[in-house]
């Protein structure tokens, strides 16, 4: 019932704003046994950390995680395992200009409206920087997916830059982590780099299409009908910052394609049914059929830019705002990082999830 | 937890099979006085009802809805509404022979594998037939919603068959009643029609988009972080069987746009702000703006076909399936009065939910 | 979040009134495989049916549970399992002249002032008929804790009926079955059934204090805080009508004893820690040390009797009341069958939230 | 379904162990606009301390509670309020030389039975230093509480020390706050000290009974049937360290009582019902009457005691143990301020939930 807190049994609740003194992501339900090292939740903030390169928000900050609870000599104890990141460079006064005036396109005319609290200082809540708890929490249930799911690997990248899109048959894996933008396609990276430059010195910003995919997967996690695993991974990236659509396998594509299209024809494999495609994104009734999950979502543009927007204050006055400060130009790119934390999250849930209520998979096949 | 539930305070758990005695919801947290009459309910069942015309399956099923407990004279009275509805036209034997063979794209192979049952009858809980659970409830919402947030109106309606879009400057609003797709577009519907003829004779399907509109919506509903508007109605929707993909406003397409193009400007209108566009769906940052709420969402073409596809057997033998029976080439016109009543059950919540924490919106404007 | 709900992977949900047309438990996260037969619950059901001897009230319902969902070929699915109980003796004219009336010591006042709805007809949902729901929901608890954790015993007794008490040196096992109040003591039986024909002779009622012991508990079921396996057999029989006092082990009494009186002291057995008492009651921060689970609670005598009592009206007059109709003199009787399926629930519930986060105890003891 | 949170809209979840680097609690679903300061918190936490007088242990630690989100500018924001609180005094070699043995009464040997995790620095989890965490959030909900119940006060109390209860006839609500037993009854407050002395000396400890009353109480707070209010009071002080009994209004004695003492009688007041007598404990059916909420609890002795006991090793060898380092003989006296914290908790949470479904109360007498 909780606001802020997602999963069911592996359940994490983040707490913090952009401007207070710490951010950070409570998390309760990690089973025990499970190595949770500050230096390894570390690496995956450090891929979503802000002013890494010049396509991302010049903000700086250490992002340093503290484990403050749930952990006992470098394994996790069963207990809630508490995550702190403090807030260091905040540099309040570059918004403090625009204390007065709702930004176009952006949740701070929402906030006012529903809780009548104007955190001047920044995004508060809303903030891309709530996301970091997530890349915590997120690598603690890697860790526990190690242990459960051996094999399992959870790759996030972006498929579609504004309107550029990737070219699939250029899609290499080994590419992603070669390029700023984790883009499997290296052309597409050289292209996207050109036209966010472009981008940058308009003061202007873009959105982005960011793909998850989840290979070695096991058949059987899920369930109807509203603890479907694409319910909870539409949930998840939906509930992500600037996020507006999202999709398992064909996505909104589905919708073009006539049944014998879609439905992917089974075969038999040496250890199971294999499928001859993955129209499904890997979830059939909400239940994972073994093949890779797939989970795609957009990022709108950030509202933060320099282009002169209508809007009004407070006292109801018709005005106009520029967004000075720092900004990212694609915000889509540090959401990679946050997508395969949330989808850690969904997917370690769903484990304990599985083995609750059934403990191993009951029916075989072959 | 639960996994067939959603919602927070208004609770809905629906429950049955395609081929056991009854299905029904079980609706809890509903204010008490609201009018609940079986008859008011029964509307928006007949709307889903199959069997209607020739473009939705021929099971007939008189999907009568009986009101079990929780009303008292005509009005709730604030605990559990049971609403059961009989299965009467089960036919199990037209399944009979597919009972050892699993249909691509249907979920019944990752049931099998995960629970080790094999409901040889029907879809069992995987069937379209647990969204008339759904749309009961929806109608207890409704009636809630009318005297809690007088003025609001929900309307789901088809925008693309297949690969056919409507014309949105065709988008007639009263026209969505007159025809059997419920699409604004009357020349799409004719359109339509001829193209869904083709794929019947051929025994195919075809997936759809379909999208809800909530008008009159009031500003303010919603919370960060998981407990987002757009969270809540985007598992709501990507629950609904078949469906692949969910948008809010501009949906996947933020990603092609500027932060200039998507930015909505604001000015004062003379009851508060008002946009001058509404690419954000009516809400940012989780919470609605007071604009109208827009949620789109595409249904796979159903698996059940007549073309012959290659799967294999509980025992691992490969095969090829025909699946006969009774079909409906296009879901998706079914799934607009399912996709109204998850809409209504998910705006309940969160106008409840929003009086529980908030009472009333806090920030004035103006 | 529902209040109508229990439990948390097991999650059961009971609807209905007790002059309505049914009512009845939705039953969610049962594992899949379990055998749930109508007949089975029906034994439970037939111990908690009233009317069975003259200490229960005389209305007579046969209680047959239908079984509506989530069963198939006599099997839970692991999907929701709805149980219907009809409603056939209702007779409500017999509440009919206290239709403007409120009963001292009965819920009818404050369900009035809360929900501003006057079920007339009888206790609606404060009914003790309720409780049958709960009954049928915990049969299938115990059919999963057969399978689940084989020589677990749950069994529910009287040890107190108003002030007279058992001689816990005449505590028999087997004669808990043989009188009609459930106790273990069958002097106490005896002396108890001349109290209660005197009670029942002058229209009063008296309370009772019923006792469950669990036998054949696996160590390390339960979790803290919040979760803690005392909390919630707690929460569990204080959710049972007319319950004013829950203990574990020594329960209030622990107050009078000692540091060195309470702690039980461990020894070695053949198969793990053995305990040379029970003070704790089976559960040591929240969680079960394998020892017997032993919870306690009060029952208070039910409002009505045959007594003129000073109250007041709807309109706020002054008034007097006797409550005529069918009574039972000592319902603390039917709450036993009710305590068990209570603890059923919880402990099955317990086993898989454990399974879920754990797998198996991690900790060996030598 | 979090392990460690308690609560429906308002939700606590505490987290931290005794010797880790900090514990504390995230208070999520608090309404906007309520002053929350340290300093506020800091006078319950400082209630509740350690080490103030020589009836509690000696530990010493300062308890200064940090807020490190949800509040701008002093009043709380309706997003997450995250309350730290640093261990300082953590001196753990004390408890070393019980690294291999576990202590009788004590959760040390379950929690290594289920978790496989032994944390010998201490209680970890099960320590009653977690208490803090809930003093702190109390203070959070005492605040908002007097915003929208203003009038209702909680006031905890002992009544009984070991099998020494206090005289209700000498109960005077000024006494309280003049004593280190917070109880209401001078003589009892002297006599205590005296019978407390004489245990310490033995290095025993001893249980206590301890009552919370809330006066001011609105009627209509609470739900059948889990969501009663008594069923979240129970649970909210069964989840306190070493409680193991719970009772409301008449408790265990509403066994002895008959039905014509027991029944509450009513008459009509200047502003609605009053009442002759308050067995119940103000709350029929689950929803408060707006008599005063009276429940009470038994708090165990504490296992930490100076007499030599049985017990055993993690290798299984059977030895004996006296526990040395700092204790409370009597941690009852320390349990009224987390006591008076989990009803803040729980009313406030009924609050919000109330408003929630029902908005104001309904249903008018007079």
Sequence with gaps: ?????????????????????????????????????????????????????????????????????????????????????????????????????????????????????????????????????????????REALKQLVPGLTITGYMVQMGPHGIDRDRFDWDEIEQNPFWTPDAQAAADWAAYLDGLRKTGDSVGAVIEVTVRGMPAGLGAPIYGKLDTDLAAAMMSINAVKGVEIGEGMNAACLTGSDNA???????????????????????????????????????????TTRKTITKSGEETEIITKGRHDPCVGIRAVPVAEAMAACVLLDHVLLHRGQIGANRGQIG
Aim: include cysteine; glycine fraction near 14%; proline fraction near 6%.
């Design 1 to 141: 019932m909780s606001m802020n807190s997602f999963g069911h049994l592996f359940r994490v609740t983040t707490w913090g704003e952009s401007h207070g003194p710490a951010l950070g992501a409570t998390v309760d339900g990690c089973p025990p046994g499970v190595p949770v090292e500050a230096e390894a939740l570390q690496y995956w903030l450090d891929k979503r950390k802000p002013g890494q390169n010049k396509f991302t928000t010049q903000r700086r900050e250490p992002d340093q995680v503290e484990i403050l609870s749930g952990v006992f000599e470098g394994v996790s104890t069963g207990t809630p395992i508490q995550l702190m990141i403090r807030n260091t460079d905040q540099r309040s006064k570059d918004y403090g200009d625009i204390s007065e005036k709702f930004r176009p396109g952006h949740a701070d005319i929402t906030y006012w409206q529903k809780y009548g609290i104007r955190d001047y200082r920044g995004g508060g809540r809303s903030s891309a920087r709530e996301t970091a708890a997530r890349v915590a929490a997120g690598g603690v249930a």
């Design 264 to 306: 992917d024809e089974i075969r038999m494999g040496p250890e199971g049914p294999i499928y001859s495609s993955n129209h499904a994104g890997g979830i059939l009734g909400g239940i994972s059929t073994g093949q890779d999950v797939v989970v795609r979502f957009s990022v709108k543009p950030t509202s933060s830019i320099l």
